[in-house]
Nanobody
Framework: QVQLVESGGGLVQAGASLRLSCAASGRTFSSYPMGWFRQAPGKEREFVAA????????YYADSVKGRFTISKNNIKNTVYLQMNSLKPEDTAVYYC????????????????????WGQGTQVTVSS
């Protein structure tokens, strides 16, 4: 079992930056590829970014490419999402997720590909 706890959300103005963290506990963190998803009110949960077990491969949604960076610290058992140049449309609850197996890009973008989820952290970007 893996437990995931997100932190770092908040209310910021457009153009600002935030760094989300997801602390993992349980089985060996380095064995898990990780992902970030988000869900805005009235919308489905959508893929944001993903990272392989080793941290050597990353994937991003087109809407965040060039602004967001996912990284993984296997010693601290933590995955991060650095979010720069935030826009009002980035407002959502952000969730981290983990699975036991490395994925292709197509798999990494799918909600159903992940077995473990955190409770989410709210990010609100005002215009």
């Amino acid at each position: 079992q893996v437990q995931l706890v997100e932190s770092g959300g908040g209310l910021v103005q457009a153009g600002a930056s935030l760094r989300l963290s997801c602390a993992a506990s349980g089985r060996t963190f380095s064995s898990y590829p990780m992902g970030w998803f988000r869900q805005a009110p009235g919308k489905e949960r959508e893929f944001v970014a993903a990272i392989s077990r080793s941290g050597g491969t990353t994937y991003y949604a087109d809407s965040v490419k060039g602004r967001f960076t996912i990284s993984k610290n296997n010693i601290k058992n933590t995955v991060y999402l650095q979010m720069n140049s935030l826009k009002p449309e980035d407002t959502a609850v952000y969730y981290c997720a983990a699975d036991r197996y490395d994925m292709t890009r197509a798999q990494a973008t799918g909600v159903m590909s992940y077995d473990y989820w955190g409770q989410g952290t709210q990010v609100t970007v005002s215009s």
